[in-house]
């Protein structure tokens, strides 16, 4: 379907959606119309059946009703903004829930890079990137921040399956040349891992000349694969090209040391030729990425577990951003991201990321769950002002639309319903009829007794998403 033949839409029902970072908005009896591009042109909160939209909405639109597709949310239906993934590994699909007893530097040695090096093969990559994208979209996963593999075509092969199947994406191909990195998968030199890039690049300015819906992402994979050199390309291809980067960051304390060790302050000074910037940033993680221009306000850092309160400042004066990952950060063992400091003591944007396949699961709900709970652990290990680490339901749920919908840059596009916004939305079944267990409506239903979201209480919720509406000119990928 093109822009031009493209239906207005009025959703009318129930919609959900994050209004502040504490606070979820419940419009009921509500309607949202979408025009031919897929803009919200009005939110009308007292609109919420065809009669009356017929007789106020339609007419104040100056919409001629045979123009109009209508989609009404049922009982125990509401809509919800897509969630964002904002950190996700396309190709290690296949190894989601692998890990053993590994941490970060043997996991990636054992199980990760020889799979990464198998997406060269054209027909296997096809199988998994598609089953990838139908597992995020069936999680309600409307963008998400992919991480390909080194190889071009492949990646480029990524780009065409998230246009297809109609779901926003960030694409990155991996960058890494190190010595860390093994030989049968690396970049031979920087100058070839920075001509790699700029293929894929290329192709999905081809492909998406607008960038609607596919956009690349300079990936270099972390400090520890790239060389100085390679990074140093990197940072200034992302300036020439304006374009976001995504990276992992202190994500695991052997990882940290391991940084220090292979950027002391000479190598950062001969490197970028500058003595005293070197001194400055000390060789801490965040320092080695400001050192080479890869730390800005569209870079996206993976993981955050053990930054110090140094590397944090520097980290919100770039305004970079950082993606929480708690399911990943519990299976390999990296620790608990104090993300509520993160948030309000630094004011660090964060959104969350399902890291697969450091991460077993594929859905976002799954993270904010998570999210909640490591944000308990944080709390157990390191007290301070009573509960001030913990996560409560509704920011987490933040975290999933508006937080990560500003960590991938797009902020007031996506992630909420208000005009001007794009739809990007799923319709969200809880699966039992509203009023079985009292007459407390919809909030009863999406709340526990005490008022407290209950997302826990949401156990199929992905599976029970009825239909998705991802944008209004994309088909629908059911
Ligand atoms: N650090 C470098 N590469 C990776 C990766 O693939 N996954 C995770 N979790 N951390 C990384
Ligand atoms: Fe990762």
């Not at 049968?184 to 030199?189: E, T």
């Amino acid at each position: 379907m093109t822009a031009s033949t493209a239906k207005r839409k009025l959703f009318l029902g129930t919609f959900v959606h994050s209004k502040a970072l504490s606070e979820l908005e419940y419009l009921h009896d509500s309607a949202i119309a979408v025009d031919e591009t897929g803009k919200i042109v009005a939110v009308d909160k007292d609109c919420g059946d065809l009669a009356k939209a017929r007789e106020t909405l339609l007419p104040r639109l100056g919409w001629n009703e045979a123009d109009v597709e209508f989609v009404q949310s049922k009982d125990g239906e509401f809509f919800f903004p897509g969630f964002i993934d904002t950190h996700i590994h396309a190709s290690q699909y296949p190894n989601a829930g692998i890990f053993g007893s590994s941490t970060l530097l043997d996991w990636l040695n054992t199980y990760t890079f020889p799979l990464e090096s198998s997406l060269a093969d054209p027909v296997k990559a096809r199988r998994v990137y598609a089953r990838v994208i139908r597992k995020t979209l069936a999680h309600g996963t409307t963008c998400a921040a992919y991480y390909a593999t080194i190889n071009v075509e492949t990646t480029n092969l990524l780009a065409d399956l998230c246009l297809t199947a109609g779901q926003r994406a960030l694409v990155g191909r991996v960058c890494m040349d190190s010595a860390l990195s093994p030989d049968f998968y690396k970049d031979a030199s920087p100058e070839a891992g920075e001509e790699a890039t700029r293929k894929c690049i290329a192709y999905i300015k081809q492909v998406d000349p607008n960038m609607d819906l596919v956009r690349p992402i300079i990936t270099p994979r972390f400090a520890p694969a790239c060389s100085a050199e390679l990074m140093k390309r990197l940072g200034k291809l992302a300036e020439e090209e304006n374009l976001p980067i995504q990276t992992h960051i202190s994500e695991n304390k052997n990882e940290i040391a391991l940084v220090k060790e292979l950027f002391p302050p000479a190598v950062l000074a001969r490197a970028t030729g500058d003595e005293s910037l070197a001194k400055q940033h000390e060789s801490t993680y965040a320092g080695v990425y400001d050192a080479f221009g890869l730390l800005t306000s569209r870079t996206i850092l993976a993981h955050g577990v053990h930054l110090t309160p140094s590397e944090l400042k520097l980290i919100a004066d770039r305004g970079a951003t950082i993606s929480h990952c708690p399911c990943s950060n519990s299976s390999l063992a990296s620790g608990a991201a104090p993300i509520r400091r993160l948030l309000l003591d630094h004011g660090i944007p964060v959104g969350l990321g399902t890291d697969v396949s450091g991460g077993y699961s594929a859905s976002i709900l799954e993270a904010a769950r998570e999210a909640v709970l490591v944000s308990r652990h944080v709390c157990f290990n390191a007290p301070r002002d009573g509960e001030r680490d913990k996560l409560s339901v509704e920011e987490v749920l933040w975290l999933a639309t508006r937080g990560g919908a500003r960590v991938v840059g797009l902020e007031g596009k996506v992630g909420a319903f208000e005009e001007g916004m794009e739809w990007d939305a799923q319709l969200v079944s809880l699966g039992r009829v509203v009023g079985e267990e009292g007459d407390g409506g919809m909030e009863d239903e999406v709340e526990g007794e005490r008022g407290n979201v209950d997302v826990f209480g949401w156990e199929s919720w992905p599976d029970r998403i009825a239909k998705r509406h991802i944008c209004a000119t994309q088909p629908n990928p059911t």
